[in-house]
């Protein structure tokens, strides 16, 4: 078994978060980062234990310690990767990479590890799997689908903490513009489009 496989298992082992940051989400940014990794010739290992051990430590939306998830996530793999064939610096790269790919850090990551993770990351917020994500954290917080007076937040702020369709405006619509690699940028275009498509059947039908 190589080192990405044994790290593969124990981040499953010890996952045990909501289904919208659950190992499915981890499987899906391991796909995403293994396709862009190829395309951009960056070091496969890095990125994809970068990718595995993304969401180690995963507080719900609802809880105040929710933006320290990846600085807690870094810290944890760190004694992870301790545990494994990687150099210090090797640690370095990966644990910097999920401390920096979280949208709510503000952060663009230095290296191109964490770049592509952050990409393959962002990717899994959009498309259809992005709107399925975004409705189920909606539900699990007991929000409404949408502002009735203003659904598409045509006059006033986006407040995704109110409302889920806000989430779209706020974040996700965002998105395609701030990835990091030019096949990240590809298929953001592309699952951007999704999400666009998706709201204008949503005003045909409310």
Same mark, same amino acid.
């Given at each position: 078994?190589?080192?990405?496989?044994?790290? !593969?298992?124990?981040? !499953?082992?010890?996952?045990?978060?909501?289904?919208?940051?659950?190992?499915?989400?981890?499987?899906?940014?391991?796909?995403?980062?293994?396709? #862009?990794?190829?395309? /951009?010739?960056?070091?496969?290992?890095?990125?994809?234990?970068?990718?595995?051990?993304?969401?180690?430590?995963?507080?719900? !939306?609802?809880?105040?310690?929710?933006?320290?998830?990846?600085? /807690?996530?870094?810290?944890?793999?760190?004694?992870?990767?301790?545990?494994?064939?990687?150099?210090?610096?090797?640690?370095?790269?990966?644990?910097?990479? #999920?401390?920096?790919?979280?949208?709510?850090?503000?952060?663009?990551?230095?290296?191109?590890? *964490?770049?592509?993770?952050?990409?393959?990351?962002?990717?899994?917020?959009? *498309?259809? #799997?992005? #709107?399925?994500?975004?409705?189920?954290?909606?539900?699990?917080?007991?929000?409404?689908?949408?502002?009735?007076?203003?659904?598409?937040?045509?006059?006033?702020?986006?407040?995704?903490?109110?409302?889920?369709?806000?989430?779209?405006?706020?974040?996700?619509?965002?998105?395609?513009?701030?990835?990091?690699?030019?096949?990240?940028?590809?298929?953001?275009?592309?699952?951007?489009?999704?999400?666009?498509?998706?709201?204008?059947?949503?005003?045909?039908?409310?």
């Amino acid at each position: 078994m190589n080192v990405t496989d044994s790290v !593969k298992n124990k981040v !499953k082992e010890i996952m045990d978060n909501d289904s919208v940051h659950d190992f499915n989400h981890v499987m899906r940014v391991y796909s995403n980062a293994q396709k #862009i990794c190829k395309r /951009e010739k960056a070091d496969e290992k890095l990125v994809l234990c970068a990718a595995l051990l993304h969401d180690i430590v995963s507080y719900p !939306k609802s809880d105040k310690r929710s933006k320290m998830s990846s600085i /807690e996530s870094a810290k944890k793999s760190k004694i992870i990767l301790k545990q494994y064939s990687f150099t210090n610096n090797e640690i370095l790269v990966i644990s910097d990479a #999920i401390r920096d790919h979280s949208f709510s850090q503000n952060k663009t990551p230095k290296s191109i590890v *964490g770049k592509i993770l952050q990409d393959a990351d962002r990717l899994d917020a959009i *498309g259809a #799997i992005g #709107i399925a994500r975004v409705f189920a954290t909606g539900g699990s917080l007991k929000r409404p689908f949408y502002n009735i007076a203003d659904p598409f937040c045509k006059t006033r702020t986006p407040d995704d903490k109110t409302w889920t369709v806000d989430h779209f405006y706020q974040k996700l619509l965002k998105l395609e513009s701030l990835m990091n690699t030019k096949s990240g940028k590809m298929e953001a275009k592309k699952r951007t489009k999704v999400l666009k498509d998706f709201l204008k059947q949503l005003k045909l039908e409310i």
